[in-house]
């Protein structure tokens, strides 16, 4: 028995391989197209007021992945500051961009409305560098740290998102893994360098008591008609639900809009849009890692 299971699992082994290779010399020889489509944007010529002067933006193309629904197309849009130095950018720059990539990759217009409310979710992990040996962290600095959501790239699209929700409500909602008031702060998420914003939430302080799991601040959805197997969510407290827990203002806000930072991650490997707005906006006083440790 246990020569026939091993005999089983080399074969599977084999075929593995050769479905691998197949399908690395189909792709060889042009068998399978995985490349995305290109389209032209019609903004290569935009005018940009960068930090030198004035001149034409070099926004780069628009592309579009293959069909993910029958609605549409998943798009990306990538633009390209004049300024070389991202160090040297100033605010009007990353203005003129941040509208451009919207308008490429579709607008806001037909998403956003007025009267709406809007959550905009940074990702403000920390106010610290950890990146020196022994974990020494130092202040980061605001703008351009390579760790942190940069705060003009915030006050820019919540301009753009005043432009067609003059009325309603825009929430920047963010869970440190520090307590998250002191990390707004130091970061200038504040109403001083980011204007038009109705309330700075920090999730440590928006959700509720230490495993309150029915703190009218929650939302509670339930999994278990998308969860095999009678499967269970884990809590640090040993607990085990069949609910995933949210800010109930973040679960119910009519347009939610992620600004992640791509970047590299020691545990995650990488971290960017999704990782953003799933870990980084799990309640912390459910998923944290203690009453006073905030940290997913």
Known sequence: MTLRLKNVKLWAFILMICVIAAGTMAYQFGLVDLSPTYIE??????????????GSSNAAATYS????????QSTVSIVQAKTAKAEDIKYEE???????????????????KDGQTVVLKPNLVT???????????????PEVN??????????????????????????VMEGSAFPTKDVMKHLKYTPEFIPGVTDFIALDEACGDWQDYNSPKLAKVDLTSKMKNNSRIKTPDNGTHDKIYMNKI??????????????????????GAIKNVAIGAAPPNIYGSGPSNPNR
């Open 41 to 54: 944007s019609p903004n290569l010529n935009a005018t940009a007021s960068g930090g030198n002067g004035t």
């Open 65 to 72: 992945s293959a069909k993910v629904s029958a609605e549409g």
């Open 94 to 112: 990353i203005k003129e961009l941040v509208k451009q990539a919207v308008e490429m990759a579709g607008g806001f217009k037909g998403l956003i």
């Open 127 to 141: 106010q610290d560098d950890y990146t020196l040996p022994g974990w020494q962290g130092r202040p980061l600095v």
């Open 146 to 171: 390579g760790t942190t959501t940069d705060y003009r790239f915030t006050r820019a699209v919540v301009e753009l998102v005043r432009q067609y929700n003059p009325n309603g409500k825009v929430y």
């Open 250 to 271: 973040y679960k119910e806000c009519d347009v939610l809009i992620s600004l992640p930072v791509l970047k590299t991650h020691w545990g995650a490997k990488v971290s």
